[in-house]
């Protein structure tokens, strides 16, 4: 059997848009929300993605303190924004746990 080692990142608001080299890495995902907030800089990411040759995906980041339908709606504006395709990754959610957030 053998298994291929793949190279990706995540990015973030925080991460400037041309601050990873996505020709050296296999895939990238983008943040699209955080709980009900949209990341603005999902679609530019997923854009520089595309150009580097990386496959491109979404995450969103849940908050449990946060109503799961606003989260949801939110997440698939921002994926419509994006304009995921047939063949990219598919759209992940980031679930932690942090003390005080219920």
Same mark, same amino acid.
Do not use: N
């Given at each position: 059997?053998?298994?291929?080692?793949?190279?990706?990142?995540?990015?973030?608001?925080?991460?400037?848009?041309?601050?990873?080299?996505?020709?050296?890495?296999?895939?990238?995902?983008?943040?699209?929300?955080?709980?009900?907030? *949209?990341?603005?800089?999902?679609?530019?990411? @997923? &854009?520089?993605?595309? !150009? %580097?040759?990386?496959? $491109?995906?979404?995450?969103?980041?849940?908050?449990?303190?946060?109503?799961?339908?606003?989260?949801? *709606?939110?997440?698939?504006?921002?994926?419509? @924004? &994006?304009?995921?395709? !047939? %063949?990219?990754?598919? $759209?992940?959610?980031?679930?932690?746990?942090?003390?005080?957030?219920?």
């Amino acid at each position: 059997m053998t298994t291929e080692l793949l190279h990706g990142c995540d990015v973030s608001k925080y991460q400037s848009v041309g601050l990873v080299t996505w020709k050296t890495l296999d895939f990238g995902i983008a943040r699209a929300t955080y709980g009900k907030w *949209a990341d603005p800089s999902a679609p530019a990411h @997923l &854009a520089a993605m595309r !150009e %580097g040759g990386a496959k $491109p995906g979404l995450y969103g980041f849940f908050r449990a303190d946060q109503d799961v339908a606003e989260q949801v *709606a939110t997440f698939w504006q921002v994926s419509q @924004l &994006a304009h995921l395709v !047939e %063949g990219e990754l598919i $759209p992940w959610v980031d679930v932690e746990d942090f003390p005080g957030h219920v």
